[in-house]
């Protein structure tokens, strides 16, 4: 079987795991912010939120054209998911060879963390792939220095800038990459591809520079503590050991993939060019992963781990290579390791549930809740997930109090109060008053937890705990 029909298999596995239970699950809290910001005009979507617009500007027409429903919001990152995989093995290509290239692909396909970014409405699959393609465009620029590789950079690159904050910290790995892989040309020559380098990376920044200015406005209140991305917790020692468990969803098999890594580096000693090869993705995951923890740790909280999933891709290439070192017997026994593991988390994956569990909260509000009474919801900005399953019921009504408002005149006369709470509240102070406003006509005399009846994966990413409330009228004295 030659290679085009390997990736091409491999790229329908990737769909395949990708467009399988697309929209089984029932949306989260982000994707409750997707669907908030794609229901604004399109000449505001530049204006709000803290990631890029280009996301939310394809999914809004997406969405203009086929509905509202989960399939259609996670339908491009699954599609973009896909091709990262067909990316990824170009890069791998590039990096080292056809074999790397091609594990790199099917390394890709199957890797938790890539899929479930795959299945989630968020930009994530987005920005990795403008980030792959930056990079390997980088390397044609380096090598051959010709026009169309100096527009394919700057393309990719605006496409990375655009989708999220941290494309920034992917212009020193590029600038890594492109001084790594310069050959040794006649200096005339030389002097081409560095100007044409140069010409690229400007182009880059000209298109980015409308949004890299609110980035760097984002960032500066932030680090003055201003009210920007406040639920990003503050970075430990430990975050940065645990990403790596992150990318592969399951400690034994992060663990297991290091392992190859080193023994690879044991069992042959890399060629200088394999060397540059891997001091590029080295600078790809100091850049956007180990960077954006530094910052989080020493200036202001800024990191997660999906926000560098660039550097998961840069260790799954190293992956990729490490298995091309062994004779052909050790390396099919070793991927076939890797992929029996992996199969573990993804089983997880696939029959449990892995996404806050409003669907479920809203089907149990809808079985309940009666024309006279009232939903409290709190924190209040939660508001989007659970609206979007019950906007087909006008019966319910649904308060979204924000913090400190008096909610006493919208629930003196209401039958009975489900109040629904889920994520950290916005102050101590803020739900003690919202309890005591309850408890003035009220008392509470039910507490159900909608997660208690749901099998949740151990491995999930995220997922709230929700419960109801139920408070009925006070008897009258």
């Known amino acids: 079987m030659n290679a085009r029909t390997q990736l091409f298999a491999i790229l329908l596995l990737a769909a395949v795991l990708r467009f399988y239970g697309l929209g089984a699950e029932s949306l989260w809290l982000d994707e409750g912010v997707t669907i908030r910001l794609t229901s604004l005009p399109y000449d505001r979507l530049a204006e709000t939120g803290t990631q890029g617009p280009l996301f939310l500007l394809a999914t809004k027409v997406i969405r203009d054209l086929f509905g509202l429903s989960e399939f259609v919001l996670r339908f491009l990152p699954a599609v973009f998911g896909i091709a990262c995989v067909f990316a990824g093995y170009h890069l791998g290509r590039r990096l080292f060879d056809e074999t790397a290239g091609l594990l790199a692909a099917l390394l890709l396909a199957v890797n938790p963390f890539l899929i479930h970014y795959s299945q989630d409405a968020r930009p994530y699959t987005l920005f990795l792939l403008g980030a792959l393609g930056s990079l390997y465009f980088v390397l044609q620029l380096a090598a051959r220095g010709y026009w169309r590789d100096v527009a394919g950079y700057a393309l990719a690159t605006g496409v990375a800038l655009y989708s999220h904050p941290f494309g920034v910290f992917l212009l020193p790995a590029q600038a890594a990459a492109f001084l790594l892989w310069l050959p040794e040309h006649r200096p005339d020559v030389r002097a081409i591809h560095l100007r044409r380098a140069g010409l690229a990376i400007a182009a880059a920044v000209l298109i980015f520079l409308p949004q890299l200015i609110r980035y760097g406005v984002l960032f500066f209140r932030k680090a003055g503590g201003g009210e920007v991305a406040t639920w990003i917790p503050y970075t430990g020692w430990r975050d940065l050991t645990f990403t790596l468990v992150r ?210 994966n151990p491995w999930t990413v995220h997922m709230a705990k929700i419960s109801i409330t139920r408070f009925r009228p006070k008897a009258a004295p």
Not at 295 to 324: C, D, E, K, N
Not at 406 to 432: C, G, K, Q, T
Not at 439 to 449: F, G, N, P, Q, W
């Open 247 to 456: 990318y592969f969803a399951w400690r034994r098999l992060s663990q297991f993939v290091l392992a190859v890594v080193l023994l690879a580096l044991l069992w042959r000693r890399p060629r200088r060019e394999q060397w540059i090869s891997l001091g590029i993705l080295a600078a790809v995951a100091a850049f956007c992963t180990v960077l954006p923890w530094a910052i989080s740790l020493g200036i202001a909280p800024i990191y997660q781990a999906r926000y560098g999933i660039p550097g998961m891709a840069a260790v799954v290439l190293a992956i990729a290579w490490a298995l091309t070192v062994f004779p052909r017997g050790l390396r099919i026994a070793l991927v076939a390791a890797t992929l029996a593991l992996t199969v573990v988390p993804l089983f997880s994956y696939y029959t449990k549930l892995d996404k806050d569990p409003w669907r479920q909260t809203a089907e149990r509000l809808r079985a309940w809740a009666a024309p006279q009474d009232v939903v409290v919801e709190y924190p209040g900005w939660t508001e989007e997930p659970l609206n979007f399953y019950l906007r087909s019921d006008s019966s319910i009504r649904v308060l979204n109090p924000p913090e400190e408002a008096d909610i006493r005149p919208f629930i003196h006369n209401a039958a009975r109060i489900w109040l629904v709470r889920s994520y950290r509240p916005y102050s101590a102070e803020s739900e003690r008053l919202l309890l005591a406003a309850l408890a003035e006509t009220h008392v509470a005399d039910s507490l159900i937890r909608v997660n208690d009846d749901l099998i949740r």
